[in-house]
């Protein structure tokens, strides 16, 4: 095992195991170790130690939503868990004290941490609702690793987690899943469940990881009821719309499983909000915006740097896999123009060929557009919301589309088409969520002409839950398939999508669920394509 100077430290506590949950004794021996190992070990642990906390007290275990990881470098990642002993207390609180907690944290190379690689302690406060976010530093390129909180002696469930590749190292293979859209009132979390199996290196979540309003207003039957506000306006409300969903198992065992890289849609603030217009004007909004933000950054795995400040948070970055992939993950929520004819969806209007339209924002496009000029990574997968492709859902003459969608702001997209062809990218796939469908396009340099050249292929994950238990397809996108020929694969059931990447080839599967109204549905595969290197086409397989 390679020593780290400053990280790696043969295990001088006693080992966690030993220490029995919840017991007084068992708490105050491994308090007194936290402390004595605080100190030995590096920078990364020293955060706090200088002040005296009140550690215990917690009525009950405050690890019931569960814990995860995201953001991985070829150093470290995040680690994240947040305290909740009542994760339904009605003010968001999760039924902690107005006080900063300890916690410890543990890394290992073994999932029962006889080989412990870093631990340190770090503050839980109540002004970030007792959430923690440990940026790990140190770690071996490439690896696997397991890591755990503890808290007033309770001990957190285990999570799995994974450091990139070194940077131009290739690696031979990068298995990733996808996910979007995960309505807790319209079904069961499965879908994730299924994702957690696949023991995936990496999940992308492509956003709508809860829905701000509820009881059967968007149009499936209410399977489950969520608790609290509808719609949710306040920190408080949001803070418990989180809980909620994050007490949830299977949404639990996906978190653990494998590092997450998290972008938001719509519903992690109200319905397609762009910038600072909501679809329902409302007085206070940016106040709205700020509180969905906060509790955002509260409970995803990311880095400080994501932290919100005011009613603004960065959240587009890019997130390089060795020389074999690079994540360019997209805001498309934060900085966009308002949709163009009035948002209405199957409609047509001028202004979205509007050239000041955009998604983006000028400076998000410019540093999008800089990525592909400097990419030099077999892969780029740009991964982002809402449906790229164009989407004609006028069957014969006419046309309408989703304004919400490029299709809303196609003076950008042709921007970011011709960019592509003039860049060195050499794989180009776009990881979209959004539309509770699975959609396999190619992108067309002109969708109109079937012989323009191929820049990049599309990949949309259909929703975990929302919409239901869904149908193989649906009548009026099946009318209006022959109009869309780069379209080459379109589902409405539930699932998510995997991705098995190689030097060589991607290999696409949309994994489909027959239902989400009642839980413990088997994995399927939909349909399954491979993307040759080189050639942005979806070839059945
Ligand atoms: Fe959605």
Same mark, same amino acid.
């Given at each position: 095992?390679?020593?780290?100077?400053?990280?790696?430290?043969? !295990? /001088?506590?006693?080992?966690?195991? $030993?220490?029995?949950?919840?017991?007084?004794?068992?708490?105050?021996?491994?308090?007194?170790?936290?402390?004595?190992?605080? $100190?030995?070990?590096?920078?990364?642990?020293?955060?706090?130690?200088?002040?005296?906390?009140?550690?215990?007290?917690?009525?009950?275990?405050?690890?019931?939503?569960?814990?995860?990881?995201?953001?991985?470098?070829? @150093?470290? &990642?995040?680690? *994240?868990?947040?305290?909740?002993?009542?994760?339904?207390?009605?003010?968001?609180?999760?039924?902690?004290?107005?006080?900063?907690?300890?916690?410890?944290?543990?890394? &290992?190379?073994?999932?029962?941490?006889?080989?412990? $690689?870093?631990?340190?302690?770090?503050?839980?406060? !109540?002004?970030?609702?007792?959430?923690?976010?440990?940026?790990?530093?140190?770690?071996?390129?490439?690896?696997?690793?397991?890591?755990?909180?503890?808290?007033?002696?309770?001990?957190?469930?285990?999570?799995?987690?994974?450091?990139?590749?070194?940077?131009? %190292?290739?690696?031979?293979?990068?298995?990733?899943?996808?996910?979007?859209?995960?309505?807790?009132?319209?079904? *069961?979390?499965?879908?994730?469940?299924?994702?957690?199996?696949?023991?995936?290196?990496?999940?992308?979540?492509?956003?709508?990881?809860?829905?701000?309003?509820?009881?059967?207003?968007?149009?499936?039957?209410?399977?489950?009821?969520?608790?609290?506000?509808? !719609?949710?306006?306040?920190?408080?409300?949001?803070? +418990?719309?989180? &809980?909620?969903?994050?007490?949830?198992? =299977? +949404?639990?065992?996906?978190?653990? &499983?494998?590092? *997450?890289?998290?972008?938001?849609?719509?519903?992690?603030?109200?319905?397609?909000?762009?910038?600072?217009?909501?679809?329902?004007?409302?007085?206070?909004?940016?106040?709205?915006?700020?509180?969905?933000?906060?509790?955002?950054?509260?409970?995803?795995? +990311?880095?400080?740097?994501?932290?919100?400040?005011?009613?603004?948070?960065?959240?587009?970055?890019?997130?390089? *896999?060795?020389?074999?992939?690079?994540?360019?993950? +997209? =805001?498309?929520?934060?900085?966009?123009?308002?949709?163009?004819?009035?948002?209405?969806?199957? %409609?047509?209007?001028?202004?979205?060929?509007?050239?000041?339209?955009?998604?983006?924002?000028?400076?998000?496009?410019?540093?999008?557009?800089?990525?592909?000029?400097?990419?030099? /990574?077999?892969?780029?997968?740009?991964?982002?919301?809402?449906?790229?492709?164009?989407? =004609?859902?006028?069957?014969?003459?006419?046309?309408?589309?989703?304004? @919400?969608?490029?299709?809303?702001?196609?003076?950008?997209?042709?921007?970011?088409?011709?960019?592509?062809?003039?860049?060195?990218?050499?794989?180009?796939?776009?990881?979209?969520?959004?539309?509770?469908?699975?959609?396999?396009?190619?992108?067309?340099?002109?969708?109109? @002409?079937?012989?323009?050249?191929?820049?990049?292929?599309?990949?949309?994950?259909?929703?975990?839950?929302?919409?239901?238990?869904?149908?193989?397809?649906?009548?009026?996108?099946?009318?209006?398939?022959?109009?869309?020929?780069?379209?080459?694969?379109?589902?409405?059931?539930?699932?998510?999508?995997?991705?098995?990447?190689?030097?060589?080839?991607?290999?696409?599967?949309?994994?489909?669920?027959?239902?989400?109204?009642?839980?413990?549905?088997?994995?399927?595969?939909?349909? %399954?394509?491979?993307?040759?290197?080189? =050639?942005?086409?979806?070839?059945?397989?």
């Amino acid at each position: 095992m390679p020593c780290y100077p400053g990280h790696f430290r043969r !295990p /001088s506590w006693l080992p966690w195991g $030993v220490i029995s949950a919840g017991s007084a004794e068992g708490w105050r021996a491994s308090r007194r170790a936290a402390l004595k190992g605080a $100190v030995l070990l590096g920078a990364g642990a020293t955060v706090g130690l200088t002040t005296v906390r009140r550690a215990g007290g917690l009525p009950a275990d405050p690890f019931t939503l569960g814990v995860a990881s995201g953001e991985p470098a070829p @150093d470290g &990642a995040v680690i *994240w868990t947040r305290l909740a002993p009542r994760p339904l207390a009605e003010d968001g609180r999760g039924g902690m004290p107005d006080a900063v907690i300890d916690v410890e944290w543990e890394v &290992a190379e073994d999932a029962g941490f006889a080989s412990a $690689v870093q631990r340190g302690v770090t503050a839980a406060r !109540p002004e970030a609702a007792h959430s923690v976010h440990v940026e790990l530093v140190g770690l071996r390129p490439g690896a696997e690793y397991f890591y755990r909180f503890r808290a007033a002696g309770f001990l957190s469930p285990v999570g799995r987690t994974r450091t990139a590749p070194q940077p131009n %190292s290739v690696p031979s293979q990068l298995t990733i899943c996808a996910v979007s859209c995960a309505n807790y009132e319209d079904g *069961w979390f499965t879908a994730y469940r299924g994702v957690a199996a696949e023991q995936p290196d990496l999940v992308v979540e492509l956003g709508d990881f809860i829905y701000e309003d509820g009881r059967g207003r968007r149009g499936a039957p209410v399977v489950r009821r969520h608790v609290g506000a509808e !719609p949710a306006m306040t920190l408080g409300d949001y803070r +418990l719309r989180y &809980a909620q969903y994050r007490t949830d198992p =299977d +949404l639990q065992a996906a978190q653990a &499983a494998a590092p *997450w890289l998290v972008v938001f849609d719509d519903h992690e603030v109200a319905n397609n909000w762009a910038d600072e217009t909501p679809a329902i004007p409302q007085p206070g909004f940016p106040e709205r915006r700020a509180a969905a933000l906060q509790a955002y950054y509260e409970n995803m795995p +990311l880095r400080s740097s994501a932290k919100p400040v005011g009613t603004s948070m960065q959240l587009y970055r890019r997130v390089p *896999w060795g020389g074999l992939a690079m994540f360019h993950l +997209l =805001d498309t929520r934060q900085y966009r123009t308002d949709q163009p004819c009035n948002d209405k969806l199957g %409609s047509d209007c001028a202004e979205r060929f509007d050239a000041a339209a955009s998604l983006t924002g000028v400076e998000q496009e410019r540093w999008l557009l800089d990525g592909f000029a400097q990419s030099s /990574s077999r892969w780029d997968l740009i991964a982002q919301q809402v449906l790229f492709a164009q989407l =004609d859902l006028t069957p014969g003459p006419g046309r309408s589309v989703n304004p @919400d969608a490029w299709d809303g702001y196609v003076a950008q997209r042709d921007r970011v088409v011709a960019a592509l062809a003039g860049s060195p990218v050499r794989n180009a796939v776009i990881l979209t969520g959004d539309i509770h469908s699975h959609c396999a396009a190619e992108i067309w340099q002109q969708f109109d @002409d079937p012989f323009s050249r191929r820049v990049a292929v599309e990949l949309v994950t259909t929703s975990i839950a929302s919409g239901g238990d869904g149908s193989d397809t649906k009548p009026e996108i099946a009318a209006a398939l022959p109009e869309n020929p780069h379209i080459r694969y379109f589902s409405n059931r539930r699932g998510y999508l995997r991705a098995q990447i190689t030097p060589a080839e991607l290999r696409a599967d949309f994994r489909t669920l027959p239902y989400v109204s009642q839980p413990g549905a088997p994995v399927q595969t939909g349909a %399954s394509f491979i993307v040759p290197d080189g =050639d942005p086409v979806l070839l059945n397989v």
